[in-house]
């Protein structure tokens, strides 16, 4: 599990729909969370520090900023490691001081053509991502 340490910097609400703004460093991560009341799991607190949770299964990997995408979570990294193996492969990326793992499938690690100490971007929807205290 990808773990990133920020803090709560806006929280929208509607309905029974929650959009928390993290922020690390300079950029900002969002999480869409359900409101399941006051006795339910995590609730958001403006400025309070949190863990923003997302699976190396949920990442996605791109090489090119030009293309407009409708994904909000955009993770500036520097490519580390790759273990390929023949149908997937792991990357190990690096944000900030934090490490990040991706796991793609081979052929689109090769159709990527990137290599170590490239920088990247990783992607995330906001409806893949976790908070916690």
């Known amino acids: 599990m990808n773990r990133i ?12 729909l929650i959009r928390v703004e ?3 460093a300079k950029d900002s991560f969002y999480a869409i969370i359900l409101d399941l009341g006051p006795d ?6 403006l400025r309070k520090t949190c863990s923003i949770l997302f699976k ?3 990442v996605s ?3 090119d900023e030009a293309h407009q ?8 990294c520097i490519l580390l490691d790759v273990e390929k193996e023949k149908i997937l492969c792991r990357i190990k990326l690096q944000y900030e ?4 793992f991706a796991t793609l499938s081979s052929s689109e690690w090769e159709r990527l053509n990137i ?3 490239n920088k990247v971007t990783a992607l995330v929807k906001e409806n893949e991502v976790m908070l916690a205290n």
């Open 5 to 16: 340490e920020g803090q709560i910097s806006n929280i929208q609400k509607h309905k029974q």
């Open 22 to 24: 993290i922020r690390v």
């Open 40 to 45: 339910a799991g995590y609730r958001p607190v």
């Open 56 to 58: 190396e299964t949920e």
């Open 61 to 63: 990997i791109a090489t």
């Open 69 to 76: 995408i409708s994904i909000s979570n955009r993770i500036p």
């Open 97 to 100: 001081d934090v490490i990040l």
């Open 115 to 117: 290599k170590i100490g």
